[in-house]
């Protein structure tokens, strides 16, 4: 586990952690948006709260026994629970994919009993339990863990992460302090971006919606291959639906219906509000669009979508669903 410096939106809330460093609370819930950096501040407060020198900045040194410990994946001070993935097997077509599990399930915080009944390897030391994303907890784990946030093992702190935080059950919600993870300014967003060497900054940050971090991730998923099927997209009723699916099927299923919701999401918005959230650069188009639907059209198409998330892991089926999608696509405009 490399920990890298927090990211510079992230410094006052470090300075602020940092000043009561030893009176942190047992449980602190790190709540916000996804991809402005969350998992990874908790990362580097784990590790500068398990280091041995800390810097002026209160900061992780990276050369004591315990960043080495941590750096390796072995800290015996400190958890991290997250969904697991499950391992890679054949699917019917032949080719290799890999499901991401989304839950955190019991026997992960049932496994947790024996690190938490020992001690610290350091006398003075505290243990660390980061649990991301919390909302993965099913009701079980939530249940096991909300017993342990009961009756807190001494010097234990759990760091919980969560993009939705009211997905969380409220009786561990009440037991964590939280800590709303600041998003930063679209200026610091642009600034943080061009100095990480990426292009065009400006179109991805808002196709991401603000997560500069989600922005990065889209660059490696083809998101500029999205903004190209948003300008086949921008042909409304006269879009080609071949040319459409082709594209599609080439992104990827999933990022293709990710693709698509953000275009329907901001016909719909710039309907009703003459606004567009992830398509500045084609205000005109969309707006233009906007102004020709049938809304009960665009709502089936938006429900169709939905359906195509849920079975974008069936291959076979993608190329025909695609077809009719935008079939359906088309016949939105007046
Ligand atoms: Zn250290």
Same mark, same amino acid.
């Given at each position: 586990?490399?920990?890298?410096?927090?990211?510079?939106?992230?410094?006052?809330?470090?300075?602020?952690?940092?000043?009561?460093?030893?009176?942190?609370?047992?449980?602190?819930?790190?709540?916000?948006? =996804?991809?402005?950096?969350?998992?990874?501040?908790?990362?580097?407060?784990?590790?500068?709260?398990?280091?041995?020198?800390?810097?002026?900045?209160?900061?992780?040194?990276?050369?004591?026994?315990?960043?080495?410990?941590?750096?390796?994946?072995?800290?015996?001070?400190?958890?991290?629970?997250?969904?697991?993935?499950?391992?890679?097997?054949?699917?019917?077509?032949?080719?290799?994919? @890999?499901?991401?599990? $989304?839950?955190?399930?019991?026997?992960?915080?049932?496994?947790?009993?024996? +690190?938490? =009944?020992? =001690?610290?390897?350091?006398?003075?030391?505290?243990?660390?339990?980061?649990?991301?994303?919390?909302?993965?907890?099913? @009701?079980?784990?939530?249940?096991?863990?909300?017993?342990?946030?009961?009756?807190?093992?001494?010097?234990?702190? +759990?760091?919980?992460?969560?993009?939705?935080?009211?997905?969380?059950?409220? @009786?561990?919600?009440?037991?964590?302090?939280?800590?709303?993870?600041?998003?930063?300014? $679209?200026?610091?967003?642009?600034?943080?971006?061009?100095?990480?060497?990426?292009?065009?900054?400006?179109?991805?940050?808002?196709?991401?919606?603000?997560?500069?971090?989600?922005?990065?991730?889209?660059?490696?998923?083809?998101?500029? $291959?999205?903004?190209?099927?948003?300008?086949?997209?921008?042909?409304?009723?006269?879009?080609?639906?071949?040319?459409?699916?082709?594209?599609?099927?080439?992104?990827?299923?999933?990022?293709?219906? =990710?693709?698509?919701?953000?275009?329907?999401?901001?016909?719909?918005?710039?309907? +009703? @509000?003459?606004?567009?959230?992830?398509?500045?650069?084609?205000?005109?188009?969309?707006?233009?669009?906007?102004?020709?639907?049938?809304?009960?059209?665009?709502?089936?198409?938006?429900?169709?979508?939905?359906?195509?998330?849920?079975?974008?892991?069936?291959?076979?089926?993608?190329?025909?669903?695609?077809?009719?999608? +935008?079939?359906?696509?088309?016949?939105?405009?007046?």
């Amino acid at each position: 586990m490399i920990v890298s410096e927090n990211y510079p939106w992230q410094s006052s809330i470090w300075q602020r952690l940092m000043l009561d460093k030893k009176r942190l609370p047992h449980a602190l819930l790190l709540r916000g948006q =996804s991809g402005i950096g969350k998992q990874a501040f908790a990362i580097s407060l784990s590790q500068a709260m398990l280091c041995e020198k800390v810097n002026s900045a209160h900061q992780a040194c990276g050369a004591c026994p315990s960043c080495g410990w941590f750096e390796q994946d072995n800290h015996p001070d400190f958890r991290l629970i997250s969904p697991e993935q499950d391992v890679s097997k054949d699917d019917e077509v032949g080719t290799k994919s @890999t499901k991401k599990r $989304t839950q955190i399930v019991i026997e992960q915080i049932r496994g947790l009993s024996d +690190f938490l =009944s020992l =001690s610290s390897h350091k006398s003075d030391g505290v243990r660390i339990v980061l649990i991301h994303p919390a909302e993965g907890l099913n @009701t079980a784990a939530a249940n096991a863990l909300l017993k342990m946030l009961e009756e807190p093992p001494p010097n234990v702190i +759990f760091i919980l992460v969560a993009h939705h935080a009211h997905k969380i059950l409220p @009786t561990i919600m009440s037991r964590c302090q939280k800590i709303d993870m600041p998003v930063p300014s $679209t200026d610091d967003a642009h600034a943080w971006m061009r100095q990480e060497g990426i292009q065009s900054a400006e179109v991805l940050l808002s196709y991401a919606g603000g997560s500069p971090l989600m922005a990065i991730d889209e660059i490696e998923e083809g998101v500029l $291959t999205s903004i190209q099927i948003c300008k086949l997209l921008s042909f409304g009723a006269k879009s080609d639906v071949f040319q459409l699916s082709t594209a599609c099927l080439a992104l990827g299923m999933e990022n293709a219906v =990710s693709a698509l919701q953000k275009w329907s999401y901001d016909l719909l918005l710039c309907h +009703f @509000t003459q606004e567009v959230r992830y398509h500045p650069s084609q205000e005109g188009v969309v707006k233009k669009l906007a102004q020709q639907i049938h809304l009960s059209q665009l709502l089936d198409f938006q429900k169709m979508l939905g359906d195509a998330k849920k079975s974008a892991n069936h291959p076979l089926n993608n190329e025909l669903q695609l077809e009719r999608l +935008f079939l359906h696509y088309t016949q939105i405009f007046k």
